[in-house]
């Protein structure tokens, strides 16, 4: 079975036709993107910052998804880019979703088939990767208890291939944080 490592970790790609293309397509593309940190704020901390984006950009008192639809097609600005995953990292904060990390999308994108679909699921397992749509080079990794509900389905492609528990991987995470080329979230 094919592996995948990611800061130090290692996760066994899944048997599935899309989860072998999508392993081989990121281990072409991956070095061209940075990674994701949506973990160690507060939502407060996290609001802050939207607003403050907003507000150096000459928006004020607007809410949270009037932002996102405003300004989620501002690819080539840094902070709008900052903006756009600071209104993720909130939503998922808010909705007491479990922190998540993964990478940023570049334009190198794989194609997906209809049969590809079949693997397709709303049941987030913890310590598994799932691909976004379109399959580009962005996944995260589902870093909480299992929820078999979600409102949108994502195709899982890799598992954690050695037992660690949700708080120590995150701690692994934010440490490899700065040791890694990352999307920074906050400045100060």
């Known amino acids: 079975m ?4 990611f800061n130090d970790i290692e996760w066994e790609v899944l048997d599935t036709l899309v989860a072998k293309r999508y392993s081989k397509f990121l281990e072409e593309n991956i070095a061209n993107t940075k990674q994701i940190f949506y973990m160690g704020e507060t939502e407060t901390q996290i609001k802050d910052e ?3 984006i907003a507000y150096l950009k000459g928006v004020e008192n607007l809410d949270i998804n009037k932002l996102d639809e405003i300004f989620e097609e501002y690819e080539e600005d840094e902070d709008l880019q900052r903006l756009n995953h600071l209104i993720h990292y909130y ?3 808010k909705a007491n979703y479990p922190p998540r990390w993964g990478f940023e999308p570049t334009n190198s994108c794989m194609e997906l088939f209809p049969a ?3 693997e397709q699921t709303v049941t987030m397992k913890y310590g598994y990767l799932y691909l976004e749509e ?3 080079t962005n ?3 589902w870093l909480g208890q299992e929820i078999p509900a979600l409102n949108m389905g994502y195709i899982p492609f890799a598992k954690l291939k050695t037992r660690i528990n ?3 991987l995150v701690n692994h995470l934010l440490k490899m944080k700065g040791k890694t080329n990352y999307m920074e979230l ?3």
Request: proline share 4%.
């Open 91 to 93: 939503e998922i904060v």
């Open 134 to 136: 379109p399959a580009r």
């Open 2 to 5: 094919a592996t995948l490592n």
């Open 139 to 141: 996944f995260f990794c």
């Open 116 to 118: 590809d679909y079949d």
């Open 50 to 52: 939207i607003e403050k």
């Open 166 to 168: 949700s708080n120590e």
């Open 186 to 188: 906050f400045n100060g």
